[in-house]
């Protein structure tokens, strides 16, 4: 049963910590997304990923906020220097695109950070 | 910008009847929709999809309807069970080759024993 796993699944962490999530996308996957989940944002999209490559990372604050991917099996998502205000869920969900055709985005668990 | 929402917040049904939740969406260049289930304390997990070309999908319990002409979708859950309860997130991506989802801001759908 194939599915995107997120590691660490809950993070507490003091204002000013790095803080680096990780992401392992379901295998043969081309696209990886980060969303952010918070009660009075809902889920807003941080970046998205096609082969590796970043394709759209306007929601990400940039001062603060990098997202990569070192290889296929491998997303991160770090937030240096983390701010109370970053405290939500961030969850990662890969997919298969392949032209006009669209196919679901299957979501790992999320990672809860908490930033005091 | 351009965005996705939803009419309820939350929906309350007593097992066994339907359930319709509802949504609107503002691009008219979408493309392609997602119904998305999310149980507490784990990630969004995919429904039904609907593309624009259609106006009816149907799934095992669930239906898809889209009206492309209000710019309005639905999801109608047959005969609700309690394991139903959760947050329902309709979603969107217009056809641009630009394949992130816009999400609304979901409906709580609770089912009365």
Redesign the interface.
Known sequence: DAR?TQTPRHKVTEMGQEVTMRCQPILGHN?V?W?RQTMMQ????LA?F?NRAP??DSGMPKDRFSAEMPDATLATLKIQPSEPRDSAVY?C?S?L?LG?A?Y???????TRLTVT | GESVGLHLPTLSVQEGDNSIINCAYSNSASDYFIWYKQESGKGPQFIIDIRSNMDKRQGQRVTVLLNKTVKHLSLQIAATQPGDSAVYFCAETPDTGRRALTFGSGTRLQVQP
Do not use: C, S
Request: proline fraction near 4%; charged fraction near 20%.
């Open positions: 995107v696209t997304f969303y809902g889920l807003e999209l998205y096609r394709l759209d969850f969900a997919g695109v006009k669209t679901e985005q299957y979501f790992g668990p999320g």
